[in-house]
């Protein structure tokens, strides 16, 4: 219990300090790291683009097509802000990096466009889609 009181002590001083991220947001970086340990099958040392995938997956299990948008909420825009994100929590002691990890491990420019993969069936309705759908509709009635 007591790791647990310092680390939402140790969170509480970075959110003082910056503001920029919500809460959540690093919560949510805590849990895709642990999804990212447990899916790779070694304990220790994530590489920035091993938990950039972990944080895609997890998005897409908890958010679904929502998952930008929450980003965004949180004051992610783009995945350089995980880095951020992820550097400051080390700054605060709470995640510890190596000599090697840079914040352009976390650079990837298709980041949102990615943010699901093929088998997600997520799709964003476009414009001649819903003229097809409410074509159908009228002649229904």
């Not at 969170?11 to 642990?34: I, Q, T």
């Not at 825009?77 to 914040?103: A, P, W």
């Given at each position: ?8 002590a140790?969170?509480s ?5 910056d503001?920029?991220y919500?809460?959540e947001?690093?919560?949510f ?6 999804h ?10 994530v590489?920035?683009q091993?938990?950039l ?8 299990t908890?958010?679904?097509p929502m998952?930008a948008t929450v ?7 783009n995945s350089?802000?995980f ?5 400051k929590m080390?700054?605060e ?11 352009e491990?976390f ?15 997520y799709?964003l ?7 097809t759908?409410?074509l159908?509709w009228?002649?229904?009635?």
């Amino acid at each position: 219990m007591h790791a647990l009181n310092d680390f939402f002590a140790r969170l509480s001083r970075l959110l003082k300090k910056d503001g920029r991220y919500k809460e959540e947001a690093y919560l949510f970086v805590m849990n895709a790291l642990n999804h990212a340990v447990e899916r790779l099958g070694k304990p220790g040392h994530v590489t920035g683009q091993e938990l950039l995938r972990a944080i895609q997956e997890e998005a897409q299990t908890q958010f679904g097509p929502m998952s930008a948008t929450v980003f965004q909420h949180w004051g992610i825009k783009n995945s350089l802000d995980f880095g951020l994100l992820v550097f400051k929590m080390v700054e605060e002691g709470i995640l510890s990096k190596t000599e090697t990890d840079r914040l352009e491990d976390f650079r990837n420019e298709s980041f949102f466009d990615s943010l699901f993969n093929g088998e997600s069936h997520y799709r964003l309705l476009d414009e001649e889609w819903k003229e097809t759908e409410k074509l159908k509709w009228q002649s229904k009635q």
